[in-house]
Every structure is written in C-alpha cells, then in structure tokens.
C-alpha cells in the first residue's frame, strides 16, 4: 500500500460518523509586502464578529507575522504537533478578538518522510481542528514557491492579495500563471477571488482587477474573480504599529468597514452553498499526498 493508499485508509477510518468539516480559505500573494497577513487577521475578525469560530494558520514559515500582529507568542507550533506529539490544544494560540492561531514553524518540511503511525496521529489530530473552527484561513509565504504552490492546490478557495503597484500585478499573474502549471491543479474546482488593497478609492479595486483579469483570460485558463478593495487608511497603519488589527482597534475606519463587506460576502448564503467543504484533515491530506 503506498502513501496516498495509507491516508485515504487513515480518512475514511477517521469520518465513519459524519463529523463537522471546517471551511478552509488560503490567503496568497505573488510578492510580499501587500497586506496578506493584514488581510487574514482581519477577515478572522470579521468572522468571528459574524458568529464564526475561526483559526488562522500562519504557513509564512521563518516571518511570523501573524503573531506580531496579535502581539503574542505562542508556545508551540505546528512543528511541535507532528514531531513532539502535542495536542491540537496545544498548538493554537488565542490572539485579540478570540481568534485562535496556529504557528507553521517548519513543521510540514519532511512530513513526506514520516511513518503511517505518524501521519495517523497527525490526521486524526487535524480532523479535531475541524470540529473546532467553522472558518480556517491559510496565511501562506508570499511568491510562487513550490510551498506556496502546495497550499494553494490543496485548497478549495484561494484570495489573492494585490495593490495597484505595477509589479504587484506583474507578480499576482505569475503566481497564477506558475498555479495553472502545477501538476496537481484541480481547474474550476479551485476559486481564485482578488482582493485589491490599499487603493486610493475603492472604483480603484475594480479597474485593477479588470487589468489582471484581461491578462489572465488571455494568456491562462484560470478563472478569477473579484472579492473587493480595501481604500489606504492612516487608522489602519496606527493599529499595526499597535500591534492590533484595525477591525478591533478602529472599527468605523473605511479599511475595517472594507473588511466587513468582504467578509459578509464571503458568508454570503449562495456563497457559502457553492463552496465544496475539504476541511483541515483533507486539506494536509492532499499536500502529504503530492509528496510522496
């Protein structure tokens, strides 16, 4: 039997009584410096106000931005649940707002190598992080690395962050560009929605989305759609030299309004229908399973 055998076993055996299936949205961007991480806190604040249980996984190995921007360090890691078997209680951090968040540290480099006692622990683990948020967001490294690249085809849902900087868009369509190409991209069952950031005016977002859209329904068939923008917002720079998101720190700021649009869209009911639900133990299932 070999890997991706092993964890189809590992799953059915885990889902014989029907179980919750949390909803997983990877946030992406084709370079670094656009508000990615920005962008995931504050989405998982305005869930978490809409009544959802929401987790963020900070998969930005090496940068930890999630917890400098919740001012908080968490004990342990990702690392520490596959390879010091800590609990999933262990591993997540509650940050401002009630919102909980799980450190990647380095722990899925090398997950191919690990034994079936391993992978079983890990999987029956995450499928408890399902039954624990309704919403978990993917905060993944900037750039087209083939990490990124595994998040991203792994999922069912995928928000690009970009801004209206030319190479911001330059990178954003190579980030789709190097998506596409991936051996394991699974077409229209992936949706890819744009999100423009720091705008000067929100009509700003639109025009940036059709520029890339033109491009990409040029060259690559990859279909995107536009999430929404986020205006540039003094109120939201104070609150990360704070080291709090601005959804918390200024909610009537026009970015924290712009946050709570997007995130009523995204929980819109029509919305919610058309997503397939993988959850968390699919989700690292499929990305052991592309490495074997």
């Not at 342990?76 to 609990?87: E, F, G, P, V």
Request: a positive charge; charged letters at 20%.
């Amino acid at each position: 039997m070999d890997q991706a055998e092993q964890l189809r076993a590992i799953i059915k055996a885990s889902q014989i009584k029907p179980k919750p299936v949390a909803r997983v949205i990877t946030v992406t961007s084709g370079k670094g410096g656009v508000g990615k991480s920005n962008t995931a806190i504050n989405l998982a604040i305005q869930f978490k106000k809409m009544g959802q249980r929401v987790i963020i996984l900070d998969a930005d190995f090496g940068l930890a931005n999630i917890e400098i921007m919740f001012g908080t360090v968490p004990k342990h890691s990702l690392y520490d649940l596959i390879y010091q078997r800590k609990s999933i209680s262990d591993i997540i951090t509650w940050g401002t707002g009630e919102v909980g968040f799980i450190s990647g540290g380095s722990g899925i480099v090398g997950m191919s190598t690990l034994s079936q006692d391993y992978l079983s622990y890990i999987i029956q683990n995450l499928t408890q992080l399902d039954s624990m948020a309704d919403v978990i967001l993917i905060d993944t490294g900037a750039g087209i690395s083939p990490a990124v690249m595994e998040f991203l085809v792994a999922g069912g849902e995928v928000i690009l962050v970009t801004t209206p900087e030319p190479t911001s868009i330059t990178d954003s369509y190579s980030l789709l560009k190097t998506l596409q190409g991936h051996p394991r991209y699974p077409g229209e069952e992936l949706k890819v929605q744009v999100l423009a950031n720091r705008v000067s005016r929100i009509e700003e977002g639109q025009v940036l989305f059709n520029k890339l859209n033109a491009v990409v329904g040029r060259y690559l068939k990859l279909p995107i759609s536009y999430l929404g923008a986020i205006p540039q917002d003094k109120q939201l720079e104070v609150a990360v030299m704070q080291q709090l998101p601005v959804s918390l720190n200024a909610p009537g700021a026009k970015s924290a309004r712009a946050y709570e649009r997007i995130a009523a869209r995204l929980m819109d009911k029509e919305e919610v229908s058309s997503i397939s639900k993988r959850g968390m133990a699919g989700f690292f299932s499929h990305i052991i399973a592309g490495k074997k």
